[in-house]
């Protein structure tokens, strides 16, 4: 069975830096597509990276450019380098699965496996 662990979540101001780290056990790491959705209270779950078990990558608009999903397969870890970071960005982090490894997934339904969460908090 499937363990998902992040780690690296915290408060930082506005314009600030956070790198998010996602562990893995008991997966096929290497074949999976891997994710980042955050949810913040009262929204949905929304998707902001995925990272192919070949190394593509896609990213939410809001992000583009500023946050960079990459994976080491040695260490079956994903992480999300968040630079410039905005208020707007703060949220419960988390890491997703989908073991498929097909056609990549920009919604939660899609994902297989999901970690605890880190909560981000930007501060204005």
């Known amino acids: 069975q499937v363990q998902l662990v992040e780690s690296g979540g915290g408060l930082v101001q506005a314009g600030g830096s956070l790198r998010l780290s996602c562990a893995a056990s008991g997966s096929t790491f290497s074949s999976d597509h891997m994710a980042w959705f955050r949810q913040a209270p009262g929204k949905e779950r929304d998707f902001v990276a995925v990272i192919t078990w070949n190394s593509r990558t896609a990213y939410a608009d809001s992000v583009e450019g500023r946050f960079t999903i990459s994976r080491d397969n040695a260490k079956n870890t994903v992480y999300l380098q968040m630079n410039s970071l905005k208020p707007e960005d703060t949220a419960v982090y988390y890491c997703?699965?989908?073991?498929?490894?097909?056609?990549?997934?920009?919604?939660?339904?899609?994902?297989?496996?999901w970690g605890q969460g880190t909560q981000v908090t930007v501060s204005s």
């Open positions: 997703a699965r989908d073991r498929r490894g097909g056609v990549i997934q920009t919604i939660w339904r899609g994902y297989d496996s």
